[in-house]
């Protein structure tokens, strides 16, 4: 589900996105499709094979180019209200407004904070079905594009993002099987917000729900978070 855009950014990893309102799409967006510590996937619109002629033929089964996607996690939410404090009379209710003035447009709006992890590409074969040839985790190269759209991610994308596997020693043709990769944790842990420890905290009770055969590795990264969380909380 499309979620909202991009409307600023704070940093090279550090965007802020306007959740859509009321007629804003067809399928406005619930509080539970940006939930705190929720993974989302933003087109890049500046790589090879993202040009609209390309995705129209990837569409239509024509060719296999992979499309570019950052991936985020959301860890913040600002609800943003300018007429609060504004105390006095008015002439007409909220409901006059869309009667009379449907071209008012209402200030009011619901901002996420997305912090990027990474990077994936995505193949659309030509029977429709998808699948991410290569994902890394980290600072992207690419910086995104205001009013570049946010969605949200299935589990199946979650899981492949964190599903890496090597490419194959020559000296040893089966490779190496594939395995669950975190890269991007150093990348969280260097960033000054109090938010994040719980973030990477939410995103490990995803993992262990997809990745049920690694909880014991899974367990060791939660408690060492853990831990970390409650000695800067008690300073």
């Not at 399928?27 to 890049?44: C, K, M, N, W």
């Not at 000296?171 to 994040?196: F, K, T, V």
């Not at 690694?214 to 970390?228: E, G, P, T, Y």
Request: charged residues 20%; aromatic residues 8%.
């Amino acid at each position: 589900m499309i979620i909202g855009k991009i409307v600023k950014s704070d940093s090279h990893i550090n965007y802020v996105c306007q959740v859509y309102g009321r007629h804003e799409v067809e399928a406005q967006p619930e509080p539970s499709d940006y939930t705190f510590g929720r993974l989302v996937r933003i087109r890049v619109n500046s790589g090879p094979g993202n040009e609209p002629d390309d995705l129209l033929d990837m569409a239509l089964g024509r060719n296999q180019k992979p499309v570019t996607y950052a991936v985020g996690v959301i860890y913040d939410t600002i609800l943003q209200n300018p007429a609060f404090g504004s105390l006095g009379p008015r002439l007409s209710n909220e409901t006059q407004i869309e009667l009379f003035s449907p071209d008012y447009i209402t200030e009011k709006a619901v901002l996420i904070y997305i912090m990027i992890l990474g990077m994936m590409e995505q193949n659309l074969d030509e029977q429709g079905k998808q699948s991410i040839p290569s994902a890394m985790h980290g600072v992207p190269p690419l910086s995104l594009e205001l009013d570049s759209e946010i969605e949200t991610m299935s589990d199946e994308e979650v899981r492949a993002f964190h599903f890496f596997s090597d490419p194959a020693d020559p000296s040893n043709p089966n490779g190496l099987e594939p395995y669950l990769h975190m890269g991007y944790l150093p990348h969280i842990i260097a960033q000054r917000s109090s938010l994040l420890p719980m973030v990477t905290l939410r995103i490990i009770d995803q993992l262990e729900r997809l990745f049920p055969q690694n909880l014991a590795l899974l367990s060791i990264v939660k408690r060492n978070f853990a831990w970390r969380l409650k000695v800067e909380t008690t300073g």
